[in-house]
């Protein structure tokens, strides 16, 4: 089973442009277990897929919870979940997966969220705490309208875990990066979620500061925005039929293999979620995504076709 049905129970304002969604399965039945980090696709009224991050506690199986930023780029997902979606309408999604998970070697545990970004991070704190496990969660916003699941947080087993810093209200309390990151503690596994800049401003703090790469996690909600001035056309083959298609520039991959009538899985379309991941056979790929790591990339052996690119003429894929 790769999807499912569900129903909106309930649906709330929980910030300023963010909402919150309480899904149940439309059958009655338990929803597939998740672990904390878990994202699922949400099918959207027009068309549009987007992933989002589960953000109730892991051990609850009658319900999926969802906290939505309404984004002013968005391209169709947010505004459809902010505009379109009515308690009782029955939805399809995916079933969760995780790239984003808590290290189970862990000695203890750094949450750092930014904004939305909170959203996994609350799922980790349900599980860490029922784990009795060490760990902390730092969130910070602009200020108090922006910050999401306040009351829940306020009122949770963990709330004496709990730091806020809300940057424009009180600048001279913002959270201090450097101080926070400094002399990291052997087994400690940081946790980082929110913009792009955010999620690179901390995560370069902690490499300045010696933390080991891998205790360093993370999980974007936005893909960059590349430069395509240089962009080129390139094409692609297709490793089972030997199609050539052509891929211009000002258009993606995907789209392109879509219109070709070949089949790609694809949600987010910003190379953050991997649901397009796709293996390549032959070629050199211009890697644009926030997905693969960096070692994934320079192997050199698959790609996100929703936002990357060729450096050779041609890429085959293995499709």
């Known amino acids: 089973m790769s999807t499912m049905l569900v129903r909106l129970a309930a649906k709330a304002i929980e910030a300023e442009n963010i909402c919150r969604l309480e899904l149940v399965p439309a059958d009655g039945l338990a929803l597939p277990a998740f672990t904390a980090g878990a994202h699922i696709e949400l099918h959207l009224p027009g068309g549009p897929i987007r992933s989002y991050s589960l953000c109730n506690d892991p051990a609850e199986r009658h319900r999926y919870v969802l906290g939505i930023l309404k984004d002013v780029n968005s391209r169709g997902g947010s505004r459809a979940v902010h505009e379109q979606l009515r308690v009782g309408d029955v939805l399809t999604i995916g079933v969760p997966r995780n790239h984003f998970e808590l290290d189970p070697e862990a000695g203890s545990s750094l949450l750092l969220g930014g904004g939305i970004g909170i959203t996994p991070l609350l799922a980790m704190a349900e599980q860490l705490q029922r784990e009795k496990a060490d760990f902390t969660l730092h969130y910070t916003a602009s200020r108090r309208e922006r910050l999401a699941f306040a009351e829940r947080l306020a009122v949770a087993p963990y709330a004496g875990r709990v730091h806020i810093y809300l940057s424009q209200e009180h600048p001279g309390r913002r959270l201090d ?15 980082v979620c929110g913009p792009q800049r955010f999620i690179n401003a901390v995560l370069a703090s902690a490499r300045s500061q010696g933390w ?45 293999l879509l219109q070709a009538g070949i089949m790609v899985p694809v949600a987010c379309e910003q190379g953050v979620c991997g649901t397009c991941l796709t293996k390549v056979l032959a070629g050199t790929v211009d890697h644009r995504d926030l997905y693969l790591t960096p070692e994934e990339q320079a192997a050199g052996g698959q790609f996100l076709p929703c936002c990357s690119r060729a450096k050779s003429p041609r890429l085959v894929l293995d499709l």
Request: aromatic content about 8%; proline content about 3%; hydrophobic content about 50%.
């Open 177 to 191: 990066l450097d101080s926070l990151l400094a002399a990291p503690v052997a087994g400690r596994h940081l946790y």
């Open 212 to 256: 080991d790469e891998a205790c360093l996690h993370w999980e974007f909600f936005a893909g960059a925005q590349a430069d395509a001035s240089a962009d080129r056309s390139f094409e692609l083959e297709i490793a089972s039929s030997g199609k050539v298609v052509q891929v211009p520039v000002g258009q993606t991959a995907v789209q392109v």
